[in-house]
């Protein structure tokens, strides 16, 4: 009876068919050619995926330049943008102030126009007054020449003064040549002299006044009955030679009389000569105003002359 207990493992090779020997080597070849493949696929893709990664380290530092780069590009850009609207927040206030000024300078060039055209229209207006002064003083002198001729012998004979004056014409009459004696009342010899002096200035366009006055002395007895002063009696005489001359055409508006009685005369009442000269009518010639008369408030022009 064989002994199991002293069985030994048949040593390597002992015990197996050569078939299954020459398996158990393919076996050991193809499990050794596939750890030898499998090891050379694992360096392979080690290699490939480390070439990745620095790849990709690369395109980051890369990336990181470039982005440090748009950020220094975009602080530059910031800068740049706050100065230009600083500039243009100058140009801006510039520009208002251009603006501004502008304005004033068209205000001012109204207002310059404004004062030429009314200038123009001073000028306009001087020139046509200097024209119309020039024919008031043209047909002045014309009615003075003619008064001075009309009145020749009166004039010469010293009753009636004519007088050019610088505005006007005066006329200054003798009592004694137009009234009778002793009363306000028109004697035919000074009716014919006023006639000439009226029928002169028809032609003209100045205002008219007519001022009495008289001497120093009362009235006499036949005057006191009808006149309380002097006062009345230059003004009644003045008043009917304005009467005449409204009858001979001369509009009333451009008349006018006053009484200055004893207060203004010519020469001293010293002599009955020399209160016969104070004792007088004149006749004052003078611009009429815009309104069409002259001016009762304006100082006479030939007072004092």
């Known amino acids: 009876m064989p002994n199991l207990h002293n069985h030994n493992p048949p040593t390597e090779g002992e015990g197996f068919s050569p078939e299954i020997r020459s398996f158990k080597l393919l076996l050991v070849f193809?499990?050794?050619?596939?750890?030898?493949?499998?090891?050379?696929?694992?360096?392979?893709?080690?290699?490939?995926?480390?070439?990745?990664?620095?790849?990709?380290?690369?395109r980051d530092i890369a990336q990181e330049d470039q982005i440090a780069q748009l950020l220094e590009q975009e602080r530059n850009l910031s800068q740049e943008l706050t100065v230009s609207l600083e500039d243009f927040e100058d140009l801006r206030i510039e520009h208002e102030a251009l603006e501004h000024r502008a304005n004033r300078l068209e205000?001012?060039?109204?207002?310059?126009?404004?004062?030429?055209?009314?200038?123009s229209e001073r000028l306009e207006t001087t020139r046509n007054n200097l024209n119309q002064a020039k024919g008031e003083v043209n047909r002045l002198a014309s009615t003075y020449?003619?008064?001075?001729?009309?009145?020749?012998?009166?004039?010469?004979?010293?009753?009636?003064?004519?007088?050019?004056?610088?505005?006007g014409?005066?006329?200054?009459?003798?009592?004694?040549?137009?009234?009778?004696?002793?009363?306000?009342?028109?004697?035919?010899?000074g009716r014919k002299v006023l006639?000439?002096?009226?029928?002169?200035?028809?032609?003209?366009?100045?205002?008219?006044?007519?001022?009495?006055?008289?001497?120093d002395l009362g009235l006499k007895a036949s005057l006191a009955e009808r006149?309380?002063?002097?006062?009345?009696?230059?003004?009644?005489r003045a008043a009917r030679v304005v009467r005449l001359m409204q009858e001979k055409g001369i509009a009333g508006e451009r008349l006018r009389v006053v009484s200055f009685a004893s207060y203004r005369p010519l020469v001293p009442n010293d002599d009955a000569e020399s209160r016969a000269q104070n004792r007088r009518i004149e006749i004052r010639l003078k611009p009429r105003s815009a309104g069409g008369a002259s001016d009762p408030a304006s100082p006479d022009p030939a007072d004092g002359e």
Do not use: Y
Request: charged share 25%; glycine share 4%.
């Open 227 to 236: 006149f309380p002063s002097n006062w009345e009696l230059a003004a009644a």
């Open 30 to 58: 193809l499990l050794a050619s596939l750890l030898g493949g499998l090891s050379c696929v694992s360096a392979v893709e080690h290699r490939r995926v480390a070439d990745d990664l620095k790849a990709h380290r690369q």
């Open 107 to 119: 205000q001012s060039e109204l207002v310059l126009s404004r004062r030429l055209k009314e200038q």
């Open 145 to 167: 020449t003619t008064l001075m001729a009309d009145l020749e012998s009166e004039v010469s004979s010293g009753q009636i003064e004519i007088e050019q004056l610088r505005e």
């Open 195 to 215: 006639d000439k002096v009226s029928q002169q200035l028809l032609a003209l366009d100045h205002s008219i006044e007519v001022q009495g006055h008289t001497d």
């Open 169 to 189: 014409i005066r006329v200054s009459v003798s009592d004694e040549i137009i009234f009778a004696s002793g009363s306000a009342e028109l004697d035919p010899i």
